[in-house]
Every structure is written in structure tokens, then in C-alpha cells.
């Protein structure tokens, strides 16, 4: 996470501004979308952590959402949920397409990929955390989707039940 914490340096110009000014002026002022995307980044990528497999995926969904959002930030119109809930609208969307994308390769390739990992826990160690993951996954699979997006944005985002509300 601490690559993507220093992807763009905060700057304090615009950070004071309220979320919906920001996304008026980002359509023609990066610095405003930049501003944005100091406040949200962290906020999105621990959501998508909780969703995905790993950091290096939950980084490369959170730059996805991000490039979404300055493409479609002319067609944001502030309502009651605000700015935070459309980057994770689009970040979940993100996440599901990634999810469709690699199911198949997952299916055939999970061997393969847990024999990259070289470092790390011991064989008994990674068996028992698998099995809790595996578990883990399974119970949240069950849940409706509004369901899991709200485990996800409580544990993974750390946010309030009254944010996720």
C-alpha cells in the first residue's frame, strides 16, 4: 500500500474544496481530479484489497477506477450518496469485470500460482490460512451482493455503517 500512498503527493491546493466543486471543476482542472484522488485513493484501494486477491491487483483496479472517473467526470451529477459512492460504484464494477476476466485462468492456474510465492509462511502455515480463505470466501459468496460490498467496505475500507449507509 505504501506504493500506492506515494503515487501522487498531496498537495494542499483544493484538498479544503467539498468532493462535488472538485468533480465540477475536474473536468477541465487535473488539479482538482488530483485533489479527488488524494482524498479517495486509499479509501478505494482497501475496498478493492477486500474484494481481490491481492495488492498488486487492488492497485491496478484502483488506477482503473480512477482513469473511469476522469473519463466519465463531465456525467457526474452530485446526489445524496456523493462523490465517495460513485468512485466504489465504479471500483466494484471494476472488481467484477476483473473477477469475470480471471476466473478461468484461476480455474486451471491456482497451482501454478501459489508455487511463485518462494518466501513467506512455511507449507502447514499457508495450507491453514488457504483453508480460512477458502472458508472465508465461500460464506461471503453466499451473501447477496449488497451484502458483500458492505463486509467489504467495513473491513476493508474501515469505513462507518453510517458511510456505507
Not at 482513469?67 to 452530485?78: H, T
Not at 485462468?105 to 480463505?133: F, K, N, Y
Not at 460464506?139 to 449507509?165: C, H, K
Request: charged share 30%; glycine share 6%; aromatic share 6%.
Amino acid at each position: 500500500m505504501d506504493a500506492i500512498s506515494s503515487a501522487i503527493p498531496p498537495t494542499a491546493e483544493g484538498l479544503e474544496a467539498p468532493d462535488d466543486d472538485l468533480a465540477r471543476r475536474a473536468a477541465s482542472d487535473s488539479r482538482a481530479m488530483e485533489a479527488l484522488y488524494v482524498r479517495h485513493h486509499l479509501t478505494i484501494f482497501k475496498y478493492l484489497r477486500a474484494r481481490c486477491r491481492d495488492d498488486e491487483v487492488a492497485m491496478d483496479l484502483t488506477a482503473i477506477t480512477f482513469e473511469k472517473a476522469m473519463r466519465s467526470i463531465s456525467r457526474y451529477a452530485p446526489r445524496g450518496s456523493g462523490f465517495p459512492a460513485w468512485l466504489l460504484r465504479i471500483a466494484r464494477n471494476s472488481a467484477i469485470d476483473e473477477e469475470r476476466r480471471r476466473r478461468p485462468l484461476l480455474a486451471g492456474g491456482w497451482h501454478a500460482l501459489t508455487r511463485l510465492r518462494s518466501q513467506g509462511p512455511g507449507p502447514e502455515e499457508e495450507a491453514v490460512a488457504g483453508d480460512e480463505r477458502r472458508r472465508m470466501r465461500l460464506l461471503l459468496a453466499e451473501l447477496p451482493d449488497i451484502q458483500r460490498d458492505a463486509v467489504a467496505l467495513r473491513f476493508g475500507s474501515d469505513l462507518t455503517a453510517r458511510e456505507i449507509g
